[in-house]
């Protein structure tokens, strides 16, 4: 066949998204994949100038032949040279009376719908495929394509075969149909060798078309060495930990099915760099089986926080947080500080947080000074009022610098001091005037600044609100179904006390729900009540219990408090989420 460019074993359009991905989730196991094996003889090597004088396919399912496809086609312009009737046997009289590509293509369409196409160097034969659909007007379907060239590389290396040609795979893998070059007989002979693949691949754990995707050549044999570690991984939701010879932990993750998710590590669907590095160091696997999904992720965070493990990224700040708060002096500013507030000193302000870094508390100062008037420089009194700072002279710093008196200044910061209290209706009502202010002077440019500030503004603190709703309540007790629409997988049951996850189990059978509960309640971890406005956990912990809570089939058992949710976040046309309004208790 005339080369062409490689193509990537997939369409670049049919890629799969990266991620931490569950084979019972995702994963197509090959024998339930139809296959259209196809071959194409042509004119000449270049798609857009030369056209197809015969097509040959064979599909496959579960590695039985299920069907065929072979025609010749006759070209309505291009002539067969001297050459490719050599190459080929086609001649120019034997294609005199067949159809042409008008009345071929759509039938071929029709015969490979739904199917992955797999093709031998099918840069070549996918690319006239695509030329004659775009000269037709037809549109591609886009299908999975899976190159036998490509596969053949990982699986099959140099010097076990001289190269990897349609006639030498043929040979060595002995094939019932020798390739010919003729449409039909080289299909045949690329399906028995796309089959003989699947067993080298196989061999190495990849059974899924998802996995065979993904296959890169730099590393996945050298990880296919060590699958051995995830032999007696548990099928189980949880935590696992990749740990070296010194068992230091290089790695943690959760997943609802731990061996599959552990063996995705070891073969072809594992294609980040500082994993393969990972792979290579690690020695052992270590798992925590876990009553629930929920319990895993936040055991997840709480490892990882605690250990520090090399190749996390997520998770390993989780206990350096930020505030922001407005100091304790007679003008007092917006300040961002990392020391949590204490029960034993009561500030004079309230404080906005925690947030998961200082970035973005500084972030949400910055906006907060260029829409409210506050001082921002840490002059003295004594010294702004004698000279004023270069902010004042711009009109962004108030108090002293502009001859305001403290009684002043403190009035002027009523609705900001509300805000890091909780209710943002004053504040958003400065907001607003700004915006129409701008707009009436025709500064839209600014009244755009001002409507991206705030909503950027809420976008932060609507999640901060959500937290202290769930900060506040001694304890929460719901359920939400395993598997949503399947009775018969039982549900999750979750103890949540002042947002911290105390306790979880699995019930197989609703009847068992009640002494479930009680026994959680008896055995859950006692919680102490934090400081108002704070948690007793990692941020990151309340986010995931909120998630859950939030998530469609979650039922409420009992609420000992209140539970409040937030009520603004509307405005300027936002749209966040929010809780449906509880009651202090709900029916079991």
């Known amino acids: 066949m005339p080369a062409s460019h490689q193509p990537p074993l997939f369409d670049q359009a049919s890629q799969p998204r990266s991620g931490q991905l569950s084979f019972a989730d995702v994963g197509t196991p090959l024998h339930d994949v139809t296959f259209v094996t196809v071959d194409l003889e042509t004119t000449g090597a270049h798609a857009q100038r030369e056209e197809i004088t015969e097509i040959g396919a064979v599909k496959t399912l579960g590695g039985e032949v299920v069907g065929e496809f072979s025609t010749l086609v006759r070209p309505e312009q291009a002539v067969i040279s001297a050459f ?109 060798i796309l089959h003989h693949l699947f067993e080298r691949f196989g061999s190495y754990g990849i059974t899924t078309l998802e996995e065979l995707g993904t296959v890169r050549t730099s590393g996945w044999q050298k990880r296919q060495r060590k699958s051995h570690l995830a032999r007696d991984v548990p099928a189980l939701p949880g935590v696992y930990m990749f740990l070296d010879g010194s068992r230091r932990t290089l790695y943690i993750g959760t997943s609802r099915n731990m061996a599959a998710r552990v063996r995705q590590y070891f073969n072809a669907g594992e294609t980040r760099g500082r994993m393969t590095e990972m792979i290579t160091a690690t020695q052992e696997v270590s798992t925590l089986v876990c009553e629930t999904v929920l319990e895993a992720n936040v055991r997840e965070v709480r490892l990882i926080a605690e250990l520090q493990p090399p190749y996390n990224r997520r998770s390993k700040n989780a206990d350096k947080r930020a505030w922001l708060r407005l100091t304790d002096e007679p003008y007092p500013r917006l300040s961002v500080t990392r020391t949590p507030p204490a029960a034993d000193r009561p500030e004079r302000h309230p404080r906005l947080g925690p947030f998961r870094s200082q970035a973005t508390a500084q972030r949400i100062k910055d906006t907060l000074e260029r829409v409210v008037t506050v001082k921002r420089c840490t002059r003295s009194a004594a010294a702004a009022r004698r000279t004023p700072c270069a902010a004042a002279e711009m009109g962004r710093c108030a108090g002293p610098c502009i001859g305001q008196s403290q009684e002043e200044y403190l009035t002027q910061l009523t609705d900001l001091v509300s805000f890091l209290s909780g209710d943002s209706s004053g504040l958003l009502e400065q907001i607003r005037e700004a915006m129409i202010a701008a707009s009436a002077t025709q500064r839209y440019e600014r009244a755009a600044e001002i409507r991206d500030l705030a909503a950027d503004l809420l976008r932060t603190t609507v999640s901060d609100e959500q937290r202290r709703g769930l900060y506040a309540v001694p304890e929460i007790i719901a359920a939400q179904p395993r598997e949503y629409g399947n009775p018969a997988a039982g549900d999750d049951v979750a103890l949540i006390r002042y947002g911290k996850l105390a306790g979880s189990a699995h019930v197989a059978h609703p009847s068992r729900i009640p002494e479930v509960v009680s026994a959680l309640q008896l055995t859950g971890e006692h919680v102490d009540e934090p400081v108002p406005g704070t948690g007793s956990t990692y941020e990151e912990e309340t986010d995931i219990v909120l998630r859950w809570l939030q998530q469609s089939g979650t039922q409420l058992l009992s609420v000992t408090g209140t539970w409040c949710a937030p009520r603004c976040g509307h405005a300027f046309g936002l749209h966040t989420s929010g809780f449906v309004p509880t009651s202090s208790s709900a029916p079991q």
């Open 84 to 192: 490719v009737e050599r190459l080929t046997g086609i001649t120019n009289g034997m294609v005199a009376g067949a159809p042409t590509i008008h009345a071929v293509l759509p039938s071929f369409l029709e015969f490979s719908r739904g199917a992955v196409l797999v093709a031998h160097n099918a840069g070549f034969d996918i690319g006239f495929l695509k030329a004659a659909c775009a000269r037709l007007d037809y549109q591609w379907p886009n299908p999975h394509v899976l190159d036998t060239v490509r596969l053949a590389r990982h699986v099959v290396p140099r010097p076990e075969v001289r190269n990897h040609k349609l006639a030498t795979l043929a040979q060595h893998f002995a094939t019932q149909t020798p390739p010919t070059h003729r449409a039909l007989d080289d299909a045949r002979a690329t399906n028995e």
